[in-house]
């Protein structure tokens, strides 16, 4: 059995933007040849991290290790390695040939440079002609796969993406899905990748951590549910789902009517009758990383949530995609944010 390799450990990081603190991270290891994916509102601190994960920023307080050597003793060659895709990238005013071949030209590698930049907008499926586009010529979802493009020619071994499929259309999400999973097969390339898009995310990533107002909130199957929610006659939020059903949170009643409700894939079961339980319909089963487990994901009146099961349940259940379940949250385990 393989040993996973730790490729990240943060010790007692704390970081501060005038005066404010933004992130308050304890203990977090992040693992090698993994997509990660980072989940949390606006604000929570993601787009921090990812700038300290790639030596952009340096934390105000606490240590960064790196293949367990601290960060401020990583020399430069080891951090050309690690490149990060902001959320809103700059694409200089000039042709896509010159916005993929850039961070090349900085490190003075000019070999094959035309079949290197062919090489990666086919990764992005993009075609050969694009190489001599302008800038302005692209559309959002072309102009996002040329930034993607232009840091894979590098081969990194860490890539960082935040809100890479943001303001893109369904098939530039999909080839961007294929791009980083390219990566990950021909390069060993360990990705960090933040995104709104939930499902997305659900569907890339081998794990997933969620933050919120800079704090670690959880690791592994996450899910979330957004306003609007409606008070019950206690004062309890509930969730008002579009095919009529309802599920009331107990022991809501000062939770605000915009919060955020974060639940583990451990604390919702399926045909697991209570008198909390709500119809769903299975739409995918998929394995996890480890051990039996399979997650298995469902749709209650249009929004997906998970649920963890082994596969001898599964097999015993006779559960497929299309298949209608009983699905009982344990509300007390619930995280608001």
């Known amino acids: 059995m393989d040993t996973v390799k730790s490729l990240y450990e943060l010790k007692n990081v704390e970081h501060y933007h005038n005066e404010k603190r933004v992130l308050n991270i304890d203990k977090l290891i992040l693992e090698q040849s993994k997509i990660t994916g980072v989940f949390g509102p606006n604000g929570s601190g993601k787009s921090t991290l990812f700038s300290i994960l790639s030596f952009v920023s340096k934390p105000t307080f606490g240590t960064v290790l790196f293949n367990g050597v601290d960060s401020k003793k990583l020399e430069h060659k080891v951090k050309q390695d690690i490149v990060i895709l902001p959320q809103n990238p700059y694409l200089l005013k000039r042709s896509v040939f010159d916005n993929v071949i850039y961070g090349l030209s900085l490190r003075n590698d000019t070999k094959n440079l035309n079949q290197r930049v062919t090489q990666a907008l086919n990764q992005v499926g993009l075609e050969d002609s694009?190489?001599?586009?302008?800038?302005?010529?692209?559309?959002?979802?072309?102009?996002?796969?040329?930034?993607?493009?232009?840091?894979?020619?590098?081969?990194?071994?860490?890539?960082?993406?935040?809100?890479?499929?943001?303001?893109?259309?369904?098939?530039?999400a999909q080839l961007i899905k294929e791009a980083i999973f390219l990566a990950k097969q021909k390069?060993?390339?360990?990705?960090?990748?933040?995104?709104?898009?939930?499902?997305?995310?659900?569907?890339?990533?081998?794990?997933?951590?969620?933050?919120?107002?800079?704090?670690?909130?959880?690791?592994?199957?996450?899910?979330?549910?957004?306003?609007?929610?409606k008070k019950d006659s206690n004062g309890n939020l509930t969730k008002e789902f579009f095919c009529g059903q309802k599920l009331v949170f107990e022991n809501s009643i000062s939770k605000k009517r915009d919060s955020i409700v974060m639940i583990s894939s451990d604390d919702i079961y399926l045909n697991k009758k209570s008198s909390n339980s709500i119809k769903a319909v299975i739409t995918s089963i998929y394995k996890?990383?480890?051990?039996?487990?399979?997650?298995?994901?469902?749709?209650?009146g249009g929004i997906t949530l998970n649920s963890k099961l082994s596969k001898n349940i599964i097999e015993e259940k006779s559960l497929l995609p299309g298949s209608e379940v009983d699905v009982t949250i344990d509300t007390s385990k619930a995280c608001w944010i």
Not at 138 to 152: N, T
Not at 213 to 222: A, H, K, T
């Open 187 to 229: 390069w060993d390339t360990t990705l960090f990748i933040s995104s709104h898009d939930h499902n997305w995310l659900n569907h890339t990533c081998d794990k997933k951590i969620a933050l919120f107002q800079g704090e670690l909130v959880q690791s592994g199957s996450i899910n979330l549910l957004f306003a609007p929610w």
């Open 288 to 300: 996890e990383n480890c051990d039996n487990q399979m997650l298995v994901e469902f749709v209650i």
């Open 130 to 172: 694009f190489k001599n586009r302008k800038w302005s010529q692209l559309s959002g979802g072309e102009a996002q796969r040329v930034a993607l493009a232009a840091r894979l020619i590098l081969k990194p071994k860490v890539l960082i993406l935040d809100e890479p499929t943001s303001g893109v259309d369904t098939n530039s």
